[in-house]
């Protein structure tokens, strides 16, 4: 229960306008320089990963520099194509059935991480294919360098007063409406009065900078980019137990709420769950795929 010393105690909430700057009559959001900064900051780390040859099988990359330019715009269509998508189908049909225009309302938020990785994974198996290099590589070097977007993505959301946690009294619990955040939904306020975890600073610790320093440690120390396919299992287990997690401090999306009756159960958790299985064959596959090889 929230008291008079809980209160004096919460965290205002910074009043950050969405829009960055303009240019003209073009508007520049936070959140599309969110992605750019992650993009770019991916691309270059990943080119860095190339050029160290002591981290790849039989001391050698299996693709160069220029792989990773071409790549480049195949994974921004990704991500972007993939997470809009993913978004609709998976949270938002309703609403965009109802009105079609939403669907290409992407500045306002609206992101499926789980449709970003299935638009990236897709990405990535045409552009292999197409380029004759190894696709369990690519698949690693792409999951080495994704906490650095999943970072920038999650503070874009915080900026947006979006993706709330739930309400709560803990000392840094938030409120969040501020003048930007209400002018931007018609004088209201959508996250309401309560004061609620900063749900989406606990993903950017945990999925960007914790994911990425595990991975990290693998790759440079455990030299995991000679086992193909391990730095993308434990990436995809990794985030599947940080989403987890922290959709238990996180409010559910308002058109789904929580599912099958329950009070905790939420469509973040049934789309990560997959995720688990689906990492644990992956390092396996590479621990066998590397047993053979070796023998």
Same mark, same amino acid.
């Given at each position: 229960m929230l008291t008079s010393a809980n209160l004096a105690a919460i965290l205002p909430?910074?009043?950050?306008?969405?829009?960055?700057?303009?240019?003209?009559?073009?508007?520049?959001?936070?959140?599309?320089?969110?992605?750019?900064?992650? $993009?770019?900051?991916?691309?270059?780390?990943?080119?860095?990963?190339?050029?160290?040859?002591?981290?790849?099988?039989?001391?050698?990359?299996?693709?160069?520099r220029a792989h990773l330019d071409d790549f480049i715009l195949w994974v921004a269509l990704g991500i972007v194509l993939g997470?809009?998508?993913?978004?609709?189908?998976?949270?938002?049909?309703?609403?965009?059935?109802?009105?079609?225009?939403?669907?290409?309302?992407?500045?306002?938020?609206?992101m499926s991480f789980h449709g970003g990785l299935i638009g990236t994974t897709i990405a990535m198996i045409l552009?292999?294919?197409?380029?004759?290099?190894?696709?369990?590589?690519?698949?690693?070097?792409?999951?080495?360098?994704?906490?650095?977007?999943?970072?920038?993505?999650? $503070?874009?959301?915080?900026?947006?007063?979006?993706?709330?946690?739930?309400?709560?009294?803990?000392?840094w619990a938030m409120v969040f409406c501020s003048p930007h955040i209400i002018a931007a939904h018609d004088g209201i306020c959508p996250a309401g009065p309560d004061p609620r975890h900063p749900s989406q600073l606990y993903e950017a610790g945990i999925e960007g900078i914790v994911l990425f320093v595990v991975l990290f440690i693998l790759t440079r120390w455990a030299l995991a980019l000679k086992k193909p396919g391990t730095i993308s299992g434990v990436f995809v287990i990794g985030y599947a137990f940080s989403r987890i997690l922290v959709e238990f401090f996180r409010q559910p999306d308002e058109q789904l709420g929580y599912l099958m009756g329950t009070n905790w159960l939420t469509m973040g958790m049934v789309l990560s769950v997959p995720m688990v299985a689906i990492g644990l064959w992956a390092v396996i596959r590479a621990r066998y795929a590397a047993a053979r090889q070796t023998a």
């Open positions: 909430f910074p009043d950050i306008d969405p829009i960055a700057f303009s240019l003209g009559p073009l508007d520049v959001h936070w959140y599309g320089l969110a992605y750019v900064a992650g $993009i770019l900051l991916g691309w270059l780390y990943a080119r860095r990963l190339v050029d160290n040859g002591k981290l790849w099988l039989n001391n050698t990359a299996p693709m160069t997470g809009r998508i993913g978004y609709i189908l998976f949270y938002d049909l309703d609403k965009v059935i109802a009105d079609p225009i939403r669907a290409i309302q992407i500045w306002k938020g609206g552009f292999a294919n197409r380029s004759k290099i190894p696709v369990w590589s690519l698949f690693d070097i792409v999951a080495a360098v994704a906490p650095i977007g999943l970072f920038f993505g999650r $503070i874009a959301n915080f900026v947006n007063g979006e993706l709330w946690g739930r309400a709560s009294d803990v000392p």
